[in-house]
């Protein structure tokens, strides 16, 4: 039984688009996990982390 594909595809007239990236490793048929601070592949243990996001309202005082 396939697992379902909820969430990796839009769909835009007749143009499919995916939402995730795909593991570089495995191929463009297994995707990356989307996490807060990092991607990763379930099958091979890839991963890459994101850029932390710049920190609100700690910018150097004038």
């Given at each position: 039984?396939?697992?379902?594909?909820?969430?990796?595809?839009?769909?835009?007239?007749?143009?499919?688009?995916?939402?995730?990236?795909?593991c570089p490793k495995c191929g463009s048929g297994t995707f990356l996990a989307e996490h807060r601070?990092?991607?990763?592949?379930?099958?091979?243990?890839?991963?890459?982390?994101?850029?932390?996001?710049?920190?609100?309202?700690?910018?150097?005082?004038?």
């Amino acid at each position: 039984m396939a697992k379902a594909r909820v969430g990796l595809y839009t769909v835009k007239g007749d143009t499919l688009t995916r939402t995730h990236k795909p593991c570089p490793k495995c191929g463009s048929g297994t995707f990356l996990a989307e996490h807060r601070d990092r991607r990763s592949c379930g099958k091979c243990g890839y991963l890459e982390t994101k850029a932390a996001p710049p920190a609100k309202g700690k910018g150097k005082p004038s």
